[in-house]
Structure formats: C-alpha cells, structure tokens
C-alpha cells in the first residue's frame, strides 16, 4: 500500500510537470526555527532583497498557504483546540502540506519562481518527532509518501536563545489578538507548552543541521533584523549563487 501511494505521488508529478528543465526551475527556500527568532521579518527582507534583482518571488507558509491549508492552520494552532492527540496534530500538518506543494510550491517553482516558505517539514520533525516524542521516522516516512520527499534547494534555520524566543512569539500573539480594529485570529496554542517543549523542538532541528548539512544552514539569529539579513544574504549568495547586495 505505501508503495503504491509512492508510485502515484511520482506519476503525480509527472504528469503535472513532464517538460519542466532542471535549468529553468525556480528555487525552494524554507525558514525554520523557533518562533519569535524573526523568520518572518527575514522573509520579507529576502524577497525584497530578491525581488530587487527581478527575481519572481512567492512568499507562502505553512500550516497554511492554500485555502484549505489556512482552514487546518486555525485548527491546529487556535488555543481553543483541545484534545488533539500528537498523531493526529502530525497528520494535519501533513493534509496542509500535501495541498501546499501542488496548489502552491511545485507550480511557482516549475515556473521559475524562487519561493520563500516559512516552515516545511523540518517543522514537523522538530515540533512533532521531537517537541511531542514521535520521532524522526514517522515524519520522514509521511514525507516520502505524501510529498514525494521533496526537498528545498536550501533552508535557513534560525538560532536564538528559547526563552528569549518563546517569550517574544507570546507577546506578539497576544498583542495581536489585543490589536483594535481588525479581527486577528487566536494561534497561542503552541506558545502554551512548556519549557523543556521547546527546548526539545530546538535539539531537534539542530539535530536535523547536522545530518542535513549540505541543505540546512544555521544563522545565529540573536542580533539586529539588519545584521540576519546580512547573514542570510551571503547564505543565499553562497548557497545558491543568487547574487544579492546587503
């Protein structure tokens, strides 16, 4: 049964992509990392920083991206959901991503595009394999069904300390909520968990550095948003020969 859903997810790709040359496809650039080590600010300064050379850019995130990604995000991530057990939690993220790489990731990037994605698999490995005890073999092998074990070109992971980092996703999600005048939607439910929580998400993805070396790299994240973007950028240059200035 697996290898039949893995042989449908291959001719999947085929037949959606059949003439896409490796030299024409775009680029697939994740940002991992704790909440509140800034990947989003550092998304937006990449893509502006991208889009400068006239690279076309997506920006997308997941949980989420797609409509029906965003309905499994409020799911997973509004404090109000409880009981969720760790399996099925894992299995949402996987619903989300499966619709995300064919409505979102894998068009933009046969199109040329470069897509800056906040969080992909690596996500699920350090929050679900490790944050809640499942383990690293289980997501890696929903990866190789569900996603066709697609890979980015390269993921940026960014590093801060993990109370600092907690502390500063709770106080924006909770300013958020606050904020007058617009409606924001509730996605404290993570930023509950404890302490030694995140401290096993954060082994976890240094866990991931190091066996994926050559895809992830680690920015320390603890200074200014300029000077990550700095790092990040000659990461990128580096990494993928996408030659940006500062």
Known sequence: MLWALASLT???RVLYYPDVSQAHRGKFITFEGLDGTGKST???KLAKALRALGQPVVVTREPGGTATGEKIRHVILDSATTELSPMAEMALMFASRAQHIREVIEPAVAEGKVVLCDRFTDSTE???GSGRKLGTK???ELHRILCD???PDLTILLDSDVATSVERARRRNVAKTRKPGREHKDENRFEQESR???GRVRNG????ARREAARVVVVDARGTPSQTHAKIVEVVNRKLR???GG
Do not use: E
């Open 205 to 208: 993805y240094m866990a991931i």
């Open 242 to 244: 996408l030659k940006m």
């Open 42 to 44: 550092q998304i937006q």
């Open 149 to 151: 074990d697609l890979q």
């Open 126 to 128: 350090a929050y679900q």
């Open 138 to 140: 289980a997501v890696l």
């Open 196 to 198: 030694a929580f995140f």
């Open 10 to 12: 291959v001719w999947h």
